[in-house]
């Protein structure tokens, strides 16, 4: 593992959540009172990024989000940015296209 900012998304990890199916239902549960929250979807070349207006509100559950899923979901790039002048955040879930395609159908659900 290396120190530098790497933009290579083309890690070779596999694309495998290592949740049990109990957790993962858990799991899917929590994520969708989280997703609730996000204003927007953006698809992107590789992957897809999710804003949030209530940054006050939404900055910790992010936080706890980024936290969780790197545990189980270690083949992701996660990226959070929060615009200037108060402006919204966005949480940035990367890869390559096996991933894109796993982050589809795990969060996006219902918000394109």
């Known amino acids: 593992m290396s120190n530098s900012l ?15 199916p109990n957790e993962l239902n ?23 990024a999710f804003r949030f207006d209530k940054v006050e509100l939404a900055a910790g559950p992010i936080l706890e989000f980024i936290k969780n899923e790197r545990e189980c979901c270690r083949f992701l790039r996660f990226e959070l ?9 966005w949480l940035r879930l990367r890869g390559n296209q096996d991933a894109r395609e796993f982050i589809r159908a795990a969060f996006v659900g219902g918000h394109m």
């Open 6 to 20: 790497n933009e290579d998304l083309n890690v070779d990890l596999p694309v495998v959540c290592s949740l049990s």
């Open 26 to 48: 858990k799991r899917k549960d929590e994520n969708a009172g989280f997703f609730k929250e996000c204003a927007q979807v953006v698809e992107l070349a590789d992957g897809y």
């Open 81 to 89: 940015v929060f615009e200037p002048d108060l402006g919204p955040c």
